[in-house]
């Protein structure tokens, strides 16, 4: 039996070193899966000058993030969800998704949107349990139809 993991969240910056390594493994991972048609949405997802950033550790090794940015004056857009492989269905992404919930509540928005791949299931089902409602597709989004858009009230 392997010993318990603990996991930690961290609020930090785009700046912090381990946020950039683990949006790399998210590049990776995604490149891999869509080949080509990644390339379309990579120019959304620049990671620079981001102060909303959630960095999760698991036993003190960086296993996960996420972030998100002004969408409008009510609404956060939740950008760069990750997990690594080892460390899923363990609570890591919950802990993350929530984090950034709470702190967008802190700075006073509304609600949280997110746009997620029609084939990344296991993410659409975690948006799902988290009370994410699946919304028609926004801003870049529209016409998109490999995107899921989804939208919550906080």
């Not at 946020?19 to 620079?48: M, T, W």
Request: glycine residues 6%; negative net charge.
């Amino acid at each position: 039996m392997s010993p318990a993991k603990t996991i930690t969240i961290k609020r930090t910056e785009s700046s912090d070193p381990d946020f950039p390594l683990l949006v790399a493994l998210l590049n990776l991972e995604l490149r891999e899966k869509y080949g080509g048609l990644q390339v379309i949405y990579d120019q959304y997802n620049h990671i620079s000058n981001l102060d909303t950033v959630v960095i999760a550790y698991c036993n003190d090794i960086p296993s996960g993030c996420g972030c998100f940015k002004k969408f409008d004056d009510d609404t956060v857009e939740i950008k760069r969800m990750y997990v690594k492989p080892a460390e899923r269905k363990q609570g890591v992404a919950s802990s993350i998704l929530s984090e950034l919930e709470v702190w967008a509540r802190e700075d006073g928005f509304s609600f949280t949107i997110l746009e997620t791949a029609s084939k990344q299931l296991e993410a659409i089902a975690l948006y799902e349990k988290a009370g994410y409602t699946i919304t028609p597709n926004y801003g870049q989004y529209i016409g998109m139809e490999n995107s899921v858009c989804m939208r919550k009230e906080l």
